[in-house]
């Protein structure tokens, strides 16, 4: 059902109004964007197992590949590789906040498109790494999970707040009706930026830092399963 819900809002994106309303307002450009950075990515990922993938479904060749790939994740949980993915994906984003960026793509329709093919794939590479889809899995403990939702939410943050508080526009291909002005409309795209990040990654971190902190509520828990364990296989 998330992926499905993923498709829908990836097309909502580019149809009317959204399609016709961002080359002219900022904040409308900004919803078009955090839909292709956050909540296609997480949608894809959080959906759940990845059924049916290619010809052949859970047994066919791309669904081994994937338990090949999930294997080597297993043989090779390195914080620094779950880092380049974080990494890849917050330079995307701030590329493609960038003043000359999002004039280009108010002028140029077609760039649309491969903001949006890389913000998904980066998004993706990223969501991967904060949650499980089967048959794929996080590399890192819910700790170091939480700390890199946390950082990539913070980047975001920074870099709205960034915008928000300057006292000059930072995008000028935007073409603003009277009812609105040039400081509100930067404004509104802050604030739509800045939730959309809070709504992605908020949820995960508090969610790896309860499920850590639920965890070692008892540390003498895993001690007794051991010996549960150790008990019975003796008796048998």
Request: net charge positive.
């Amino acid at each position: 059902m998330a992926r499905v819900a993923a498709v829908l809002v990836a097309l909502l994106a580019f149809l009317p109004p959204i399609w016709s309303a961002a080359h002219r307002y900022e904040f409308v450009e900004s919803v078009q964007f955090a839909i292709f950075a956050f909540a296609v990515p997480a949608l894809l990922v959080v959906g759940g197992r990845w059924r049916g993938l290619g010809r052949g479904g859970d047994r066919g060749p791309l669904w081994r590949r994937l338990e090949a790939l999930e294997s080597g994740r297993r043989r090779h949980p390195y914080l620094w590789r779950s880092a380049a993915f974080a990494a890849v994906d917050v330079l995307l984003v701030i590329l493609w906040r960038t003043p000359s960026w999002v004039d280009a793509l108010a002028r140029h329709s077609w760039l649309v498109g491969i903001e949006a093919v890389s913000l998904v794939t980066a998004g993706v590479g990223l969501w991967l790494e904060l949650v499980a889809c089967a048959p794929l899995s996080p590399r890192l403990a819910r700790p170091w999970r939480a700390v890199l939702a946390a950082a990539c939410l913070w980047a975001t943050w920074i870099l709205v707040y960034a915008i928000g508080f300057s006292h000059v526009a930072w995008y000028r291909a935007f073409h603003h009706a009277s009812l609105m002005s040039t400081s509100m409309d930067q404004e509104l795209a802050t604030g739509v930026v800045w939730f959309a990040a809070a709504c992605a990654f908020v949820p995960v971190v508090f969610s790896d830092v309860m499920g850590w902190l639920k965890s070692e509520e008892d540390p003498d828990a895993e001690l007794r399963k051991v010996v549960r364990a150790a008990r019975r296989s003796g008796r048998a």
